[in-house]
Structure formats: structure tokens, C-alpha cells
Nanobody
């Protein structure tokens, strides 16, 4: 069992930055690919970014590429998402999640992920 807790969300003006953190307990994260997702009101949960177990590989959805950076520290059991140049359309609840082995790195649909945090709200004002 893995417990994930996200933090760092808040209200920011367009063009600003936020850094989200995801802290795990119960099991080491080093055996999982990690992902960040977001869900806006009335919309489905969507993939944002993923990072491999060793942090060698990262992948982003096109709308955040060049603005967001995913990172991890396996010694601290944490994953982060640095979000720069934020836009109003980035407004959503952001979730971190674990993906166990056995799937392709680029399999980023939510169904491939097994443990989820409770989410943290990010609101970007125009």
C-alpha cells in the first residue's frame, strides 16, 4: 500500500509559477514510474507528465511541454512538478500517481496507475 500526499497548490496569476510536491509513505517510490494528472471541473482526468523509476526518462502532454518540469528524489520518496508560465487553462486539481511495472513507459492513461493522492487545487487567474 502506498499513500500519496500532494501539496503546493494555490492561486496564482497568469504567467506565474507554482511547485507541486508529492510525498509517499508506506512503500518506496523507486519501483514505480510516477505521473502527474489534472482534472478541471466537468472534464475527465488528463495526463500531464510522467517520469521513469530512475528519472532518466520524462514525458509531457503537449500543452505543458516547455513550461512544466517533473522531477523525483527517490531518497526522499518525493516527486515534484515545477509549473512555470501558468495559464488560466492550467486551472485544475492536480494528482500524483504510481504506475507499477509491466506496462510501456508511454502508457499514460489513468487506468495504468494504481495509487493516487487526494489532489491539490491549482487556480490560475487571468
Amino acid at each position: 500500500q502506498v499513500q500519496l500526499v500532494e501539496s503546493g497548490g494555490g492561486l496564482v496569476q497568469a504567467g506565474g509559477s507554482l511547485r507541486l510536491s508529492c510525498t509517499a509513505s508506506g512503500r518506496t517510490l523507486s519501483t514505480y514510474d510516477m505521473g502527474w494528472f489534472r482534472q478541471a471541473p466537468g472534464k475527465e482526468r488528463e495526463f500531464v507528465a510522467t517520469i521513469s523509476r530512475s528519472a532518466i526518462s520524462t514525458y509531457y502532454t503537449e500543452s505543458v511541454r516547455g513550461r512544466f518540469t517533473i522531477a523525483r528524489d527517490n531518497t526522499k520518496n518525493t516527486v515534484s512538478l515545477q509549473m512555470n508560465s501558468l495559464k488560466p487553462e492550467d486551472t485544475a486539481v492536480y494528482y500524483c500517481a504510481t504506475k507499477p511495472g509491466g506496462s510501456y513507459f508511454y502508457d499514460v492513461a489513468p487506468s495504468f496507475y494504481n495509487y493516487w493522492g487526494q489532489g491539490t487545487q491549482v487556480t490560475v487567474s487571468s
